[in-house]
């Protein structure tokens, strides 16, 4: 568990993974954003997965070269519109399995962010196919903040108004209070918290008070922010994100517990899939 005798974290070193698509430029620029914002160190990460090359691996030479290339160039064209002022910024190559690449690398050099984004495959390709992205998300213990396809796109100044922090009351969500009142508290948004009742229950007032009371101690007072109470039954990735849309959320909140994990198609990656803000998912491991 954090300290929390400061409602804000220290971010201090933010990842963001790219293969050089356009989806990992959408999230380049919500990373670049986070960290000026934040003062925290950036660390574009790129990995080449050899297991894709088994059958040839005279080509992995070539992949060598032009990876390094792609990285040159990236970091050419970010330094030449001046993305990086006042970012320390470290690239890296890296060869593996994402599953092994990126959880010793969030370990090793002490990540406290992971910046994603994800072409949000669904149905028989994702099964098929699988996603990078998820695998990812799966790997690691730190937060993952995920830039869908359909999220709207970073302006040079992040702007976050409204925060949706989705939970089920569990244990494990009240891992992600921290993260969720360092948003609040940088951004000066408003905070709601929409707790999520599968069962069609809605009659949980006295859980939703306690949740209250542990978000005001959590603040230590300096709560100032109007933060709203929602109870809402259904399923939870479409009361989610219907709830988002309805409230025009410009960052959604969620925790990786029971009520947000199915046993194939997880209602958080749906939820990251269709999103038209960007998703920041903590695992309670990460504590």
């Not at 993305?83 to 320390?88: M, V």
């Not at 949000?120 to 695998?135: F, N, Q, T, W, Y």
């Not at 948003?183 to 306690?210: F, T, Y």
């Not at 969620?254 to 990656?269: D, I, M, R, T």
Request: include cysteine; hydrophobic fraction near 40%; proline fraction near 4%.
């Amino acid at each position: 568990m954090p300290d929390l005798s400061d409602s804000s974290l220290a971010i201090r070193n933010i990842a963001i993974a790219t293969d050089f698509s356009p989806w990992s430029d959408r999230a380049m620029q919500h990373a670049l954003l986070v960290a000026r914002r934040l003062g925290a160190a950036l660390h574009i990460l790129h990995t080449v997965r050899r297991s894709e090359f088994a059958f040839v691996p005279d080509l992995m030479v070539q992949l060598d070269e032009l990876a390094e290339r792609d990285c040159e160039n990236l970091m050419g064209r970010l330094h030449a519109a001046h993305s990086l002022e006042g970012i320390e910024c470290h690239c890296w190559n890296l060869y593996g399995e994402c599953s092994d690449v990126f959880a010793d690398f969030v370990r090793d050099q002490k990540i406290d962010l992971l910046v994603l984004g994800t072409r949000g495959r669904s149905g028989i390709s994702k099964l098929l196919l699988g996603s990078v992205a998820e695998e990812i998300s799966r790997c690691v213990v730190c937060p993952v903040l995920a830039i869908g396809p359909s999220s709207r796109g970073a302006t040079s100044q992040l702007e976050l108004k409204r925060v949706l922090f989705a939970t089920d009351l569990s244990k494990q969500s009240y891992s992600a209070i921290p993260y969720v009142l360092t948003a609040a508290n940088q951004w000066g948004a408003a905070l709601d918290v929409l707790q999520l009742c599968l069962s069609g229950d809605s009659k949980r007032q006295h859980g939703m008070e306690e949740f209250n009371r542990m978000i005001d101690m959590w603040a230590g007072g300096k709560q100032d922010f109007p933060v709203r109470y929602h109870i809402q039954p259904g399923a939870p990735s479409a009361t989610v994100l219907n709830f988002a849309r309805q409230n025009k959320e410009d960052l959604i909140v969620l925790s990786h517990s029971s009520a947000l994990n199915g046993p194939s198609l997880s209602h958080a990656y749906e939820i990251v899939r269709q999103s038209t803000c960007p998703v920041l998912g903590i695992r309670s491991a990460a504590f």
